[in-house]
């Protein structure tokens, strides 16, 4: 329940919503202590904001996965893991 909560006066994008929960579906938090899951999901989201805009754009634009939207949303999420290791 944790990744679902938002900040007061600061909602999270639908696009890094939609990051998030792909990231959970696709075993991104399966390896993170149950007490940093939330930490995880706001390195996740940092990560996106700061090196990934283009991407969150088309997320938003776009309004569905397609198979390149998610083969390139996996790919950010590699490198995301590869920083945060």
Known sequence: M???KQPAFSPIS?????V????????YYDTAD????????VSIRD????RQDALLTEIRSKAALDKDL????????????????
């Open 2 to 4: 944790e990744l679902f």
């Open 14 to 18: 639908i696009e890094l919503q939609v």
């Open 20 to 27: 998030t929960i792909y990231a959970l579906q696709k075993g």
């Open 34 to 41: 149950l007490k940093k899951v939330t930490a995880t999901s």
């Open 47 to 50: 990560f996106f904001k700061a």
């Open 70 to 85: 998610e083969a390139k949303i996996v790919a950010a999420l590699d490198a995301w893991k590869s920083t945060a290791a």
